[in-house]
C-alpha cells in the first residue's frame, strides 16, 4: 500500500491561500490520491481526489506532479471553519473495492 | 454526495451490556464499511461489506460483529462493551458514481463510552 508523508501541523491567515503538501513517491499508476479533512473529530469529510491531471471544485484545488510522487491541496481562501485535520490518501486496493488508510494528516490551523 | 446517518452519536454505557450501533445511507451505495478512532488517533478499517449478505473484517481486529440484511443499513453490534472499546465508531459508503467508483463518504460517528 503506498504510504503518504504530511506535515504535522500548518497555520495560515484567514482570506490567504492554504497549501497542503503531500509526497506518495511509491504511488503505482492507477491509484488515487484522495483528501479528506477531519474537523473536532466528526466524520471525515471527502475534499477532492486525482489520478493525474489537476482537479478543481468548490472546496479546492489538487495538483499532481507529473511524475505524480507528490501532491498539494490548495484552499484558495481559507476561513477559520477550514480550521481541521487534513489526510492525505492513496487509496488501496482491497479485495473488488477500495480502503482508505489514514495516516496523521496535517493539523491546519487558520488564524484570525 | 451520500447521506449517511449514524445513530446514536453519543452512549454512554455500562460495562457487559449489548449495544448495536445504527448506520444508514440513502443513497444506495453497495458498498459499507466501518471505521474506529481512538481520541487524536488514526482511522482504522475494522468492517466492511460489498452488498446484501456480505461482510468482512478489516485491518484492525475488532470484537464487535456486523450485519448486512438490506443495502441501506450495516448496524455495528458489541455483545459485552468493555471499557476498553470505548471509542469511536464512524460508518462510510461508497458505490459507483459518474464512471468513477468507490469515493468514501463518512457518517457523523457514534462516540462510544463504556464505564
Known amino acids: 500500500d503506498a504510504k503518504t508523508t504530511q506535515p504535522t501541523s500548518m497555520d495560515c491567515a484567514e482570506g490567504r491561500a492554504a497549501n497542503l503538501p503531500c509526497n506518495h513517491s511509491?504511488?503505482?499508476?492507477?491509484?488515487?490520491v484522495y483528501w479528506y479533512r477531519q474537523i473536532h473529530s466528526q466524520g471525515p469529510q471527502y475534499i477532492i481526489h486525482?489520478?493525474?491531471n489537476n482537479e478543481t471544485n468548490e472546496m479546492a484545488s489538487l495538483i499532481i506532479t507529473e511524475d505524480r510522487k507528490s501532491s498539494t491541496l490548495i484552499l484558495p481562501h481559507a476561513t477559520l471553519r477550514d480550521t481541521a485535520v487534513y489526510y492525505c490518501i492513496v487509496r488501496a486496493r482491497m479485495d473488488s473495492s477500495y480502503k482508505l488508510i489514514f495516516g496523521s494528516g496535517t493539523r491546519l490551523l487558520v488564524r484570525p | 454526495e451520500a447521506d449517511i446517518y449514524q445513530t446514536p452519536r453519543y452512549l454512554v454505557i455500562g460495562t457487559g451490556k449489548k449495544i448495536t450501533l445504527e448506520c444508514s445511507q440513502t443513497?444506495?451505495?453497495?458498498?459499507m464499511y466501518w471505521y474506529q478512532q481512538d481520541p487524536g488517533m488514526e482511522l482504522h478499517l475494522i468492517h466492511y461489506?460489498?452488498?446484501?449478505?456480505?461482510?468482512e473484517k478489516g485491518d484492525l481486529s475488532s470484537e464487535s460483529t456486523v450485519s448486512r440484511i438490506r443495502t441501506e443499513h450495516f448496524p455495528l453490534t458489541l455483545e459485552s462493551a468493555r471499557p476498553s472499546h470505548t471509542s469511536q465508531y464512524l460508518c462510510?459508503?461508497?458505490?459507483?458514481?459518474?464512471?468513477?467508483?468507490?469515493?468514501?463518504?463518512f457518517g457523523p460517528g457514534t462516540r462510544l463510552t463504556v464505564l
Open positions: 486525482g489520478l493525474k
Open positions: 462510510a459508503s461508497s458505490g459507483v458514481s459518474g464512471g468513477v467508483t468507490d469515493t468514501q463518504y
Open positions: 461489506s460489498y452488498g446484501v449478505n456480505s461482510t
Open positions: 511509491t504511488i503505482s499508476g492507477n491509484e488515487y
Open positions: 443513497m444506495g451505495h453497495d458498498k
